[in-house]
């Protein structure tokens, strides 16, 4: 009778790990990287590749690294709204263009508008996986000491910009 008991217990427990996975939010997946300092990195600019940028010199600055690539329909979402964000210029907007092709980053910023203070090319993906990226488009707000201070996974909203980051990023001004 209690060997019977057993596959029911197991499959109580999994319905109830079920309803707890139920009632979470699918976009906030937990970084590991929240709090701890950005990767270092030294990259090409895009409209200028030899040109290098180093994530060393933001330090001192509170800033957003924002991957974006030309083959992404979710970076078409959120365009607009950091194109509306980048006339205020409230803090530094960086792109990481992720594993795509250079001359189609700069058309696609050509045709869609260029929020970004610049951007920097990751073709292979390399930067993205010390970040921690799982998918395109993904933002970091990264504080003066270089520390990973929020990750937005998904489209930038204008709800996550004007609630979660810009009140985030002007605590870190501070």
């Not at 699918?26 to 600019?45: E, N, Q, T, Y």
């Not at 700069?106 to 951007?119: A, E, N």
Request: aromatic share 8%; proline share 8%.
């Amino acid at each position: 009778m209690k060997k019977a008991l057993i596959p029911l217990g197991l499959f109580l427990v999994l319905l109830v790990f079920l309803a707890i996975g139920l009632t979470r939010d699918p976009r906030v997946v937990p970084s590991p990287l929240i709090g701890k300092d950005a990767p270092m990195f030294v990259a090409p600019v895009l409209h200028t590749p030899e040109k290098q940028f180093a994530a060393q010199d933001m330090r001192g600055k509170v800033w957003l690294l924002n991957v974006w690539a030309s083959w992404c329909t979710a970076c078409l979402d959120e365009h607009p709204v950091l194109v509306a964000f980048a006339k205020n210029k409230n803090i530094p907007l960086v792109g990481l263009n992720y594993k795509d092709q250079p001359a189609n980053g700069i058309k696609w910023l050509g045709r869609h508008g260029d929020p970004y203070d610049f951007s920097v090319i990751d073709q292979d993906g390399r930067i993205g996986i010390d970040f921690g990226v799982y998918g395109v488009p993904e933002t970091f707000l990264i504080d003066k000491e270089g520390k990973i201070r929020h990750k937005q996974i998904g489209p930038v909203t204008e709800e996550a910009l004007l609630k979660t980051i810009l009140p985030l990023a002007r605590e870190l001004q501070k």
